[in-house]
């Protein structure tokens, strides 16, 4: 069984660049959630993928977009980067019996650090 | 908002000494799960509470989910260096949509030899 797996490991952009983060999540799992971790702090919602819908988004601005692929791998883009985008990426998969489960246990990749300069 | 609250913020022990971390909120979770997250590294998750009043063990680790399903508790036994590293509590809302988790700041451990 593979665990959740992110690339690329770091990434140094400039603002107002864009940025694609991937997530292949782990087998058998149908959901993928994103969280943004900035240094010193507990990770923040940004949103969350339900057999590839959209389900559930945190307070981020539409420049956060995401995707889900029907093998339930996922995409995260941010537009016109801010030096505030600066931080650890992190995608967690779990497996969602509905969309409106709230008790399933998600697991963590080892995220993406995102510097922008 | 549902926000979690943990305390303390930053924590350094001796090897052998016990230590409790809290877990608090005005809001009442369907569930809450306990990570331990290394530098640079995602959160691993150590267990996941669901009924309130519910304690669960693993091995040194006690995990305590309150009655009123709003708080939780850690207590490690007998802390060793390897125990060192960042504590998230995260807990699953009962009436947002999904299972988006809502983390602490996190509680910073150190246990020195």
């Known amino acids: 069984e593979t665990g959740v797996t992110q690339s690329p490991t770091h990434l140094i952009k400039t603002r107002g660049q864009q940025v694609t983060l991937r997530c292949s999540s782990q087998?058998?799992?149908?959901?993928v959630s994103w969280y943004q971790q900035a240094l010193g702090q507990g990770p923040q919602f940004i949103f969350q993928?339900?057999?590839?819908?959209?389900?559930g988004r945190g307070n981020f601005p539409p420049r956060f977009s995401g995707l889900q692929f029907p093998n339930y791998s996922s995409e995260l883009n941010v537009n016109a980067l801010e030096l505030d985008d600066s931080a650890l990426y992190l995608c967690?998969?779990?497996?969602?019996?509905?969309?409106?489960?709230?008790?399933?246990?998600?697991?963590f990749g080892p995220g993406t650090r995102l510097t922008v300069l | 908002t549902q926000l979690l609250e943990q305390s303390p913020q930053f924590l350094s022990i001796q090897e052998g000494e016990n230590l409790t971390v809290y877990c608090n909120s005005s809001s009442v979770f369907s569930s809450l799960q306990w990570y331990r997250q290394e530098p640079g590294e995602g959160p691993v998750l150590l267990v996941t509470v669901v009924t309130g009043g519910e304690v669960k063990k693993l091995k040194r680790l006690t995990f305590q989910f309150g009655d009123a399903r709003k708080d939780s508790s850690l207590h490690i036994t007998a802390a060793q260096p390897g125990d060192t590293g960042l504590y998230l509590c995260a807990g699953a809302g009962e009436e947002t949509s999904g299972s988006r988790l809502t983390f602490g700041e996190g509680t910073q451990l150190t246990v020195n030899p």
């Open positions: 967690a998969s779990s497996l969602a019996r509905t969309s409106r489960s709230s008790y399933n246990e998600q697991f």
């Open positions: 993928y339900y057999r590839e819908e959209e389900n």
């Open positions: 087998s058998g799992h149908n959901t």
